[in-house]
Structure formats: structure tokens, C-alpha cells
């Protein structure tokens, strides 16, 4: 048997994914530490939506290889699809699983014991000339033990064509799984224990089109909350077009929780266009009144780009207008990197460094201030809180159903406990709360 440690960069899919390996893993006896210094093989899910998620693959790769020079690599995932020559010659790198083949990774990183009986001793290589380095980062381990929040991949792939997007690309189209097994999944982690579930994919928005399934996304909620005893479910992001009436009948069960991330992209008509969404600004803020109508409270977040190719200082103004305008409660803006074979890749009019990095930190600076005002209308509440882990500083750290972070001093145990929560206060970004 050996030992994994298992690492996941980028969005909640990888992370998702990542967890659904170690539970195999675990289930085949092996073990999942969260020290890759004690790691027979560590496995690494990458993402490639940035020249920045790319870079953070090379740098971890290369630290993983200085903190276990014993150890070998598996890379998965989006990077391993899109560079897996230049992967494969990463120090220690022994197995590069491309997206196709990710459902195969226990069978390739396990192989049946051969006439030797240990298949998964590590070949011995010359220790690394360089310094031990290691920065702690998002091994799994640990939160496949919290069990308070479980990610449930249920589909894979993206139909749509924006014109920045190598996701689509490299995880081709939409593939759902049935719902019958992501409703007994879910099922198996509320019994170990977890309090909440999230609904993880590429576009779960297009979830059950390829299945033929008319309800789609709703049915599959609408399963999840009647067949399961689950205290919360969230969504992870949903593309605006595939939000209607249907989807948003279904918050009238409390426990979905009152959290819609909704990608905008840019708050600019031209801009839309040429990043080929499917959705313009004017239709996207009556989709936001509609839901508000709906749902008073929802915590509406989004994802930005700035800088995107042809993007002036008018079009940058009109998508920060619109974006204020919008009151998010959270933003996600990303500098603009252009991605190998896309076609925003080929446009003209590419922003220059220092303008992309100024927008950046405008729009930043407009995301903070839009979620302190969000935060702030629910200072003096009582909410419910589920408490995921005690901070350093001694303080417990959990999370709203709105997504408001919140801290609290309190000696007793609350991991994993969903308590009504008085918001006392608010400090450095999160609210303090004290514990009814
Ligand atoms: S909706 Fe657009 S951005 Fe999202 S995965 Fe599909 S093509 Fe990419």
C-alpha cells in the first residue's frame, strides 16, 4: 500500500475531483497524508484559466520535487492537458494524466502488485541540488477529514464558445452525471457527517442536457432536497442565461443556501460581444432584479476580466459603473491572459501591463468596498453560522449561508456544528459573531 498526498489548484472542481480520488484511494487501503515529505507519490490536479494558474503548477511541481526528492508526481488535469511534454520533464514527474483520462487515474497510479509485490516502490533518483522548500498549500488531506462542506462534481464540460476560455477546450463538452448517483453521494456524505454540499462543475447551469433531462439543473436540486437529509446545499457558479423561474422557485427551501455566483465577465455591451457571452449587460441586470425580487438577501457574486483585448478607458468605465451598479456582494477580477488557441488570443488591442494591473486593482478596490456594504446590512442579526476550523489565532472561522465570513471566540468545540449566531461587529473582512 502506499502513501498519496494530494494536491488541487484552481477552481472547486479540482478540488472536487480531487477529494473523489482520495476516497478511492482510502477505500483501497492506501493512505492520504498531508505532508508530501512522508508521500510515496504525490498527485497534483492543475489548472491552466491563467498564464498565473500555469505558473503556480511549474513553481508547485518544482517544490514538491525539493520536498520529497524520493517521492514521484502525478500531474492531472488542465495544465497536464494542455503542456504535457513540457510537464513530463519536471524533476520527479513520473505519470501526466490528461482530462480524458482522469477517471482512469486509481488504476494508473495503483497498477496490480507484478511478481516484485510492491508496484509503487519509488524509483530511487539523486537528491535536488537545491534548498528544501515547501509551502503549505491546499493538500487534502486534511479537508477530506473536516467533513463539513463536501464538492460534488456532477458534470463535466462547457457547450458555450467564449472567446478568452480554454476551459471548454480542454475539458471538452457537457457530460452530467446521472442523478441517481449524485444523490446517493451526497446521501453517503451527509451519513459520514458532512453539514453541507457543493454542486461543482465546469457549467452545472447545462447540467442534464446531454442526458435529455428537461428539468436539468432544478430537477437535479429539487432530488437532492427531497431524497436527502442534507442541512445545506450551495451552487457553485452558474452561467446567468441558464438561471429562470424554475431554479429560482427552489430557494423557497431554506436549506438551499441564498448564494447565486453569477459570471459577468464585463459590465461593457461591446466588450460582452467580443468575448462571445451569450448574455448582454441590460439583460444581465434584469436577471439580478428578478433574483433580488425573488430572493431578498441573495448573495449575488460574479467573475470580472479587465483588460480584455480592445477594452479602452471608456469600455473599462462603463463595465466599473455597471459593476457598482450591480451591488455583488464578492468580486473575482482577473487581469486578462490570453490562452493558447483561443480566438482572444488573436485579437488586437491588447492592453498593456500597466493599465491591465491598474484596472485590476480599481476594480479590486470596487469589489471591497461592494462587500463591506453587502456585509455591513447584517450587522446587529442573528444567522446561522456553520463553524469549519479553528484559526491560529484561536478564533473559529465559518461561514453564513449568504457567504458572509464569520469569526468567533469560543472555547468550546464548534467544528462542524451550525449554531444561531448573533454579528456583533465586523473586523478586517469578516463579521464577529457571538454564538446564542
Ligand atoms: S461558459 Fe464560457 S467561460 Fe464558462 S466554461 Fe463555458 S466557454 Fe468557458
Avoid at 444523490?183 to 461543482?200: D, F, H, N, P, W
Avoid at 464578492?330 to 490570453?338: A, E, G, N
Avoid at 480566438?343 to 491598474?358: F, H, K, Q
Avoid at 453587502?374 to 446561522?384: H, I, K, P, S, V
Amino acid at each position: 500500500m502506499a502513501t498519496f498526498y494530494l494536491h488541487s489548484l484552481g477552481c472547486r472542481l479540482n478540488q472536487s475531483e480531487l477529494e473523489a480520488l482520495a476516497r478511492r484511494l482510502v477505500g483501497m487501503g492506501h493512505g492520504v497524508v498531508d505532508d508530501p515529505a512522508r508521500a510515496d507519490i504525490c498527485v497534483v490536479n492543475t489548472c491552466a484559466v491563467t498564464a498565473e494558474a500555469e505558473r503556480k503548477t511549474r513553481h508547485l511541481l518544482r517544490a514538491l520535487a525539493r520536498a520529497n526528492p524520493q517521492a514521484r508526481i502525478a500531474v492531472l488535469g488542465c495544465a497536464a492537458t494542455l503542456r504535457p511534454e513540457e510537464l513530463a520533464s519536471f524533476p520527479n514527474v513520473a505519470w501526466v494524466i490528461p482530462n480524458e483520462e482522469k477517471e482512469r487515474a486509481v488504476e494508473a497510479l495503483t497498477p496490480t502488485p507484478g511478481p516484485s509485490g510492491h508496484p509503487l516502490t519509488p524509483t530511487p533518483r539523486p537528491p535536488s541540488p537545491s534548498p528544501p522548500l515547501w509551502e503549505r498549500g491546499r493538500g487534502l488531506g486534511e479537508e477530506v477529514r473536516a467533513r463539513t462542506r463536501a464538492f460534488i462534481k456532477i458534470q463535466d464540460g462547457c457547450n458555450n464558445a467564449c472567446t478568452y476560455c480554454i476551459v471548454h477546450i480542454l475539458r471538452g463538452p457537457v457530460r452530467s452525471r446521472p442523478p441517481e448517483e449524485v444523490v446517493a453521494e451526497i446521501a453517503a456524505r451527509v451519513r459520514e457527517g458532512y453539514q453541507e454540499a457543493v454542486l461543482t462543475g465546469v457549467n452545472i447551469g447545462a447540467y442534464g442536457q446531454d442526458l435529455g433531462r428537461k428539468d436539468g439543473l432544478a430537477g437535479l436540486i429539487q432530488a437532492v432536497l427531497t431524497r436527502t437529509d442534507l442541512p445545506r446545499l450551495r451552487l457553485s457558479s452558474v452561467e446567468p442565461w441558464d438561471v429562470g423561474g424554475s431554479l429560482l422557485a427552489l430557494w423557497s427551501d431554506r436549506r438551499l443556501c441564498r448564494q447565486l455566483h453569477l459570471p459577468l465577465q464585463s459590465g461593457c455591451e461591446a466588450t460582452l460581444r467580443r468575448m462571445g457571452r451569450r448574455m448582454t449587460a441590460a439583460e444581465y441586470a434584469r436577471l439580478v432584479e428578478q433574483i433580488r425580487a425573488a430572493v431578498p438577501e441573495m448573495a449575488i457574486t460574479t467573475d470580472i476580466i479587465v483588460g480584455f483585448p480592445g477594452e479602452d478607458e471608456a469600455e473599462f468605465a462603463e463595465s466599473i459603473a455597471f459593476v457598482e451598479r450591480m451591488a455583488f456582494a464578492r468580486l473575482h477580477v482577473f487581469p486578462f491572459s490570453p490562452r493558447p488557441g483561443t480566438p482572444a488570443a488573436r485579437m488586437e488591442g491588447r492592453v498593456p501591463e500597466p493599465a491591465l494591473r491598474e484596472r485590476a486593482a480599481r476594480m479590486r478596490e470596487l469589489g471591497e468596498r461592494l462587500a463591506a456594504r453587502y456585509r455591513r446590512q447584517f450587522l446587529g442579526r442573528e444567522m446561522e453560522v456553520l463553524w469549519e476550523r479553528r484559526r491560529q489565532d484561536g478564533l473559529w472561522h465559518g461561514l453564513t449561508d449568504n457567504y458572509l465570513q464569520v469569526v468567533t471566540a469560543c472555547p468550546a468545540d464548534l467544528h462542524n456544528r451550525i449554531t444561531r449566531t448573533r454579528l456583533v461587529g465586523e473586523e478586517g473582512g469578516f463579521l464577529v459573531g457571538e454564538v446564542v
